[in-house]
């Protein structure tokens, strides 16, 4: 038997990773379960229950899943151009604020037109929070990791002090949030008495579109080319700094519209806790699905089903909810062995 | 031929291969090799790219392991699959790829990794002296405090037999060591061979030229097809014989038929950029324009420069007799120019990216391929299945198209990758073609055809500005010769007129500083 180098991955091998992955890291995470006293298979019985185990259940989890594919979006499109976009957590905020900006009655339009606008304003929002460190590479050669990471504390502390100030709704008895949207601001609810709302359907046509961009379209090849030798672009005459930018928009902007898709479809009105970290989430997401935009789609529901579910497996059992985090990272780590080990092959003489 | 005072068959035996036999998948890429080689001797690998040299030479580094087969090292059975075996043992690696790190000096890039970490001392005064020593006793003259970026490919390589010896190799593998040195460098180069080799080494020379084996190697090895089809003294074998053994068949040679040049389609006028000075050149049509020179004197500033990647900084660019204003890769193109860079996995292709991608990468905007930005596969796949089958890249054929056209183009051998960036470049009639060194690194097959496929396009109308360090490319092919030497450009001499000689005196600067 011997251990050799594949010349090309076969497409099943590409899938089963990740599968493969999602088992190790639950198989891995029973010992922690373990530790904590509770029996294994009776916990991830009620994480399972709790992510898809009822209607309800399960409108919770694509409820969850809704932001996480909007940020894994971002982060694969713009990795997927080597443009390390760590920014999708102040993105998703800046989306958030100028939809909140302009529809809490600023701008008043009926239901389908106000919440169109609302959702474009998100996208422009975050996309232009990307183009600024896209720029600054393309010009100064900043580097993005820092500038992107960094103005997620800029855009988080700003808002922080726009809900203290300016932006603060006199009716929230003096809690630090915006004044509600107004109703035709709303995102419609998909099911009746579920939060589910049409921000699922949105993510999902962003997934498919991002899909077709990249299969189909010359803007997807430059994106490709620009990310696997910029070196090699530039020579054959490819616009390496434009394909840069317009990938932060494109990257930028599907950040801003899941903070934008998140407060108008579940929360309705701006406040710090809109995320709890649904942009730096997107990045495992988008690295669990190797940055394929319909993977991504599944990567999100997986890891929406976890953290919902955990909240079960807490409740009924008394294991630490963390556990959820842990779950993910775990996931993420084996994702990583696997797509290694997925390079080579056994062969028996 | 004469290299060693000793009698190579008395001298001990530094290295002992029997039976290494290797498969990759399908492809048996080593079967059943057998070879010895003694202290003191330079032993020459010689084959075609694909052979089975380089997989060789990774199963005695201990990159691969072998499938059967043993090696000795003076005398003891060697760990095989072990680089640190191979390293205890005596074998140093010097790779065609140099691998040193840029931003160290060349001093601890030798030491790196000889080091116990354990001692507060690193002693480097002391190091230091031992590889001077060293340095000068093999004359492979290299400043140990200078940063390796800043070297010379060449200089680079020196520092790699440094490395190499300084780590008391005893059996020496060059894998293709003249593929990075220009022609006044590899005179000295085999000098120190041959020091090295008086001093006791072993010398493993893995190559495809065929002069060059014949001038420096004590015995020669052919292989083909993962196979040993020949073995023998060099000074007994035919230079023919052996071409033959490699190629497995006669080559023909290529034969340039005269063509009068037409009017005039590139014109540099003055051009001034970098270490370029006020260079003046005319490319006609149906003429190829040969430029000679030892490598950084301005070769890759005046490609980039001619390919669009850099602007003048002060002269101008003419093309079909009009000013160029913009210049751009994209504009040079689209202006009919063809262009095959000297890297080939650099910037000629995009490795990851599949075939059809890097065939239609410089054209994905033509109507005839994109239309609202929407790419139309259908005519993308149906034209580069027939250019890439028309410049005869394999790995194509018996399969569907589709799907040999998504095979990444890093899994093309570097043949067929030229030959896929030929079939890109030439498919589309240009006007002007630039090429520089464009048959580096190629086997003889692959070298005929890129010859073939430049004067073809000549034949056809085109220009041709042809940059190169292989003299014997540049005077079989080129109608006209320029010599750059520090970035000034000697005027155009039809090639008729010189000899190889002549231009090596120029490359080195001596009829141009008379010149001036």
């Known amino acids: 038997m011997r251990v050799e180098l594949r010349s090309t991955v076969p497409l099943w091998l590409i899938l089963s990773a990740p599968m493969a992955a999602i088992a190790l890291a639950f198989l891995s995470c029973s010992l922690l379960i373990l530790w904590t006293g509770s029996p294994v298979l009776a916990a991830y019985g009620a994480l399972l229950r709790g992510a898809v185990g009822s209607p309800f259940a399960l409108s919770e989890t694509l409820t969850r899943a809704v932001p996480l594919i909007l940020t894994g979006l971002a982060v694969a499109v713009c990795f997927r151009a080597k443009l390390w976009n760590i920014g999708a ?224 497996m807490g409740r009924s059992l008394g294991v630490p909810t963390y556990l959820a985090d842990v779950i993910v990272a775990a996931a993420l780590l084996w994702m990583l062995v696997c797509m290694g080990l997925a390079r080579y092959r056994l062969r028996w003489d | 031929m004469t290299a060693n005072p000793s009698p190579p068959s008395e001298a001990p035996l530094a290295l002992k291969v029997v039976g290494i036999t290797k498969r990759f998948g399908a492809l048996l890429a080593n079967d059943q090799i057998d070879l010895e080689l003694r202290a003191g001797e330079i032993l020459a690998i010689l084959g075609e790219n694909g052979a089975g040299k380089t997989t060789l030479m990774n199963i005695l580094f201990g990159h691969y392991v072998p499938d059967q087969g043993q090696v000795w090292v003076l005398g003891r059975p060697l760990k095989l699959g072990s680089p640190a075996a191979a390293l205890a043992a005596g074998i140093g690696m010097v790779h065609q790829h140099v691998v040193l790190a840029d931003n160290l000096s060349v001093l601890d890039n030798i030491l790196l990794g000889t080091q116990p970490l354990w001692h507060l001392w690193s002693r480097r005064r002391e190091r230091r002296r031992r590889i001077q020593k060293l340095a000068e006793e093999l004359g492979l003259a290299v400043d140990p405090d200078a940063l390796v970026g800043s070297l010379t490919l060449g200089e680079r390589q020196r520092v790699e037999i440094l490395k190499v010896l300084y780590r008391g190799a005893r059996i020496l593998i060059l894998d293709e060591p003249t593929a990075v040195l220009t022609p006044p460098e590899i005179e ?111 070769q890759s500033v005046l490609a980039d420069l001619v390919c669009g990647v850099i602007r003048p900084q002060q002269g101008h660019l003419h093309l079909y ?101 030929l079939s890109r470049e030439l498919c589309r009639d240009p006007q002007v073609i630039v090429a520089h060194q464009p048959t580096r690194g190629l086997d003889l097959g692959a070298v005929a055809y890129v010859h073939t496929q430049l004067l073809a396009a000549a034949r056809a109308g085109a220009g041709i500005l042809l940059i190169s360090e292989d003299l014997d490319e540049l005077l079989s092919l080129a109608d006209r010769v320029a010599v750059l030497y520090r970035g000034r450009l000697s005027p155009a001499a039809p090639t008729h007129t010189t000899t190889v000689t002549a231009l090596g005196l120029r490359m080195t600067g001596q009829e141009v500083a008379d010149a001036c």
Not at chain 1, 178 to 200: M, T
Not at chain 1, 207 to 222: H, K, P, R
Not at chain 2, 220 to 232: A, H, Y
Not at chain 2, 385 to 393: K, S
């Open chain 1, 89 to 312: 957590e102040g993105q998703f905020y800046g989306g958030a604020l100028a939809a909140s900006l302009l529809g809490t009655g600023e701008l008043s339009l009926p239901r389908p037109g106000l919440v169109l606008v609302l959702l474009l304003a998100g996208w422009i929002a975050g996309g232009l929070l990307l183009w600024i460190p896209a720029w600054l590479k393309t010009q100064f050669q900043v580097d993005e990791v820092v500038t992107t990471l960094l103005l997620n504390f800029v855009i988080l502390l700003g808002i922080s002090y726009l809900l203290e100030g300016p932006l603060k709704d006199p009716l929230a008895l003096g809690w630090p949030q915006g004044r509600a949207l107004v109703e035709s601001a709303l995102l419609p609810r998909l099911i009746p008495r579920s939060r589910l709302h049409a921000g699922f359907i949105i993510a999902l046509l962003a997934a498919l579109g991002v899909w077709a961009i990249e299969q189909f379209t010359v803007w997807g090849l430059e994106m490709r080319a620009v990310g696997a030798n910029p070196e090699a672009a530039k020579f054959l005459g490819i616009p390496v700094q434009g394909v840069i930018l317009y990938t932060s928009l494109l990257g930028g902007g599907l950040a801003g519209l899941a903070g934008a898709c998140e407060l108008l479809g579940l929360k309705g009105y701006l406040t710090l806790d809109l995320s709890p970290g649904f942009g730096y989430t997107g990045i495992v997401v988008a690295l669990l699905a190797q940055l394929h935009p319909l993977g991504v789609v599944g990567a999100a529901v997986f890891i929406a089903g976890v953290y919902v579910g955990a909240d079960t």
């Open chain 2, 321 to 421: 007799g009009r000013v160029l204003r913009l210049i751009s890769p994209a504009e040079m193109v689209r202006q009919g120019m063809a262009r095959i860079p000297e890297d080939r996995h650099k910037t000629g292709l995009i490795g990851s990216l599949s075939l059809w991608e890097n065939w239609v990468i410089e054209r994905y905007r033509d109507p005839e391929f994109s239309r609202w930005g929407i790419l139309r596969h259908r005519q993308i796949y149906q034209q580069a299945y027939t250019w890439l089958q028309t410049y005869d890249v394999r790995g194509l054929q018996g399969e569907d198209p589709r799907r040999a056209l998504q095979m990444p183009v890093q899994l093309l051998s570097g043949g067929n990758m030229q030959k896929v960036i």
């Open chain 2, 188 to 298: 000295p180069f085999f000098h120190t061979l041959r020091q090295m080799a008086g001093r006791g080494l072993g010398i493993l020379l893995i190559s495809h030229k065929l002069q060059e084996v014949m001038r420096i190697s004590d015995r020669v090895m052919v292989l083909r097809s993962g196979r040993v089809v020949m073995t023998g003294k060099t000074a007994e074998i035919h230079p023919a014989a052996l071409a033959e053994a490699m190629v497995g068949q006669r080559l023909a040679a290529v034969v340039k038929a005269p063509l009068s040049p037409g009017e005039t389609v590139l014109e540099l006028q003055q051009v001034s950029c970098g270490v370029l000075e006020r260079v003046s050149l005319t490319v006609r049509r149906h003429e190829i324009v040969g430029i000679a020179g030892v490598a950084g004197n301005g």
